[in-house]
């Protein structure tokens, strides 16, 4: 008789690792006749979008561009000014082998270090360098073992609940909209923007997804210093083809503005302008599966071997959707300085154990533009972190994240010199974990049994507590069934050490 194996096929939680590389900045950027000539450089930034992810066999292709910010104070007086520029990049990380169906790819980054410097009046030189940092985790299809029968096999099943990755998509989209100034402006100074999405909805082969983005805009007036802020709203509707996803698949999509542009509209002089939107949409799809593993196997008829092995799943923890307020606090080194305005970035977010918990972390900086007692302008940074609580520290091994940051808020006061931040961030995506339980990838059967002496019928084993049923009836080569029903038990892992009955073969 032929020992028979059934067999399926899961998604399974595969390798992952951390690679880093380097992007060199190198550019000079034109004051366009329209902005104030260069007094000064107050600060310059970069900011990467990544457009496109694609990982092939030792290789993960990145296509974007860097978002290249000088703010200067410009000549006689004009204040504090803004100009940038885009640079495109293509950049190749090197990668580990490693095996995969699906995939995704947390990117992010952090400036190394930029020199910036006024080569004249309308000429900027920037140069630097731009840190990449890509974290992949990787799902594979795998066989496991999900039954065995005949041979008199004995096995110990085990419930493996886990979900399938059945999209990542990472799309740019653009959304306008019509607004008008409360006040004609003079410049430009910054814009920035969270979106919110309103109806996500699930139709077999597509999505639509509909929201808001909510922009924020700095601007001047006149020969004003102070700048004035004003609000607009952009609504997006988007339908994406997105191949397998059906009405049961558990959705999540977020919407992150990475640049803003506005352009006058309608008659000259009218005041109405069209406030233009570029977003990065996330979508991310998954269906949950459970599939009953074979833990372990034995005969009571025969010798047999088995081969065993890791699996992991992947599991939702959980969803993020909230906003959490960091503050910071220092002394500015004049203490006559004028607040103008104030800005909050951050870096990528990662896990990593804090005080006892496993975290949600992310380093942020806040830079404030002060004008000095010498009615200069100059920037400050004072750093913030990030911190969501999300399980006991001993399981941060166990979790990735892929969030996405949007800062919708950021208040600055300046008191005595002393400068006061409090920023709201919003924090989106989800939160995943890894189930690791040992599975038997193969069994043979050997020689028969010796057969116990057929006048023994009943034998006595004293077991101690937090022994198996199933190992005690492997020990004997009888069933674990029959233990249980001679034993009259219904546990299969003994609470208290007593003495059980061992049924005889035959």
């Known amino acids: 008789m032929e020992l028979k194996v059934f067999r399926d096929t899961l998604s399974a939680a595969g390798s992952f690792c951390t690679v880093k590389s380097e992007i060199p900045i190198e550019t000079e950027i ?40 000088v703010y200067y104070q410009g000549e006689n007086g004009q204040g504090l000014c803004q ?33 910036c ?16 940092a890509a974290s992949i985790y990787t799902q594979l299809q795998q066989e496991v073992v999900t039954a065995v029968s005949d041979c008199g096999a004995e096995q110990k099943p085990a419930a493996l609940t886990g979900v399938r990755c059945l999209a990542g998509v990472d799309k740019l989209i653009t959304a306008d909209n019509e607004f008008a100034f409360d006040a004609v402006p003079n410049a430009i100074l910054d814009i920035a923007g969270t979106a919110a999405v309103r109806e996500l909805k699930v139709i077999s082969g597509k999505v639509v997804v509909k929201g808001e983005i909510r922009a924020g805009i700095a601007y001047r007036t006149g020969d004003e210093q102070e700048l004035k802020s004003q609000q607009a709203a952009i609504p997006f509707n988007q339908i994406l083809d997105v191949e397998g996803i059906a009405e049961d698949c558990r959705c999540f999509c977020s919407v992150e503005p990475v640049g803003f542009t506005v352009a006058e509209d309608g008659a000259e002089g009218d005041g109405k302008s069209r406030l233009t939107v570029s977003a990065l949409l996330h979508l991310r799809a998954y269906r949950d599966y459970e599939v009953e593993l074979v833990t372990d196997v034995f005969s009571t008829r025969y010798e047999t071997t088995v081969e065993t092995r890791s699996i992991a799943a992947e599991q939702l923890e959980r969803q993020l959707d909230e906003v959490v307020t960091v503050q910071a606090a220092g002394q500015l080194p004049d203490e006559n300085a004028r607040l103008m305005a104030c800005f909050a970035s951050f870096g990528a977010p990662e896990i990593a154990p804090v005080d006892g918990k496993a975290m949600l972390r992310a380093r942020g900086v806040v830079t ?72 038997v990838a193969n069994v043979t059967v050997g020689e028969q049994l010796t057969p116990a002496a057929p006048e023994i019928a009943l034998r006595i084993y004293y077991a101690h507590a937090g022994e198996e049923i199933f190992e005690i009836a492997r020990r004997f080569h009888v069933s674990p069934r029959e233990m249980r029903s001679v ?13 059980l009955l061992v049924p005889g073969v035959g």
């Not at 009046?121 to 990449?132: F, K, L, N, S, T």
């Not at 969030?403 to 920023?423: F, Q, R, Y």
């Not at 989106?428 to 974990?433: A, C, F, I, K, W």
């Open 368 to 439: 404030a533009f002060c004008e000095n007692s010498l009615d200069e302008i100059e920037s400050y940074e004072k750093p913030v972190e990030l911190l969501v609580p999300l399980a006991d520290a001993a399981r941060s091994e166990l979790l990735h994240a892929e969030c996405w940051l949007s800062v919708e808020e950021v208040g600055c006061a300046v008191s005595g010199g002393m400068l006061d931040v409090t920023a709201s961030v919003r924090v989106e995506g989800m939160v995943l974990s890894r189930c690791v339980i040992s599975s």
């Open 487 to 499: 034993n009259s038990l219904e546990e299969e892992t003994l609470s208290a050490g007593r003495r």
């Open 30 to 69: 034109l004051i366009s006749d329209y902005l104030p000539q260069v007094f000064k450089i107050v600060k310059c930034f970069a900011r990467m979008v990544v457009l496109q992810k694609q990982m092939q066999a030792g290789r993960l292709n990145l296509e974007g561009y860097l978002r290249c910010i």
């Open 117 to 132: 410097r006024a080569v004249n009046q309308r000429r900027v030189e920037v140069r630097g360098a731009y840190e990449v």
């Open 83 to 115: 100009t940038e520029q885009k640079l495109p990049f293509s950049k190749a990380l090197e990668l580990p082998a490693l095996e995969f169906s699906s995939f995704s790819a947390v990117v992010g980054g952090e400036t190394e270090y930029l020199n």
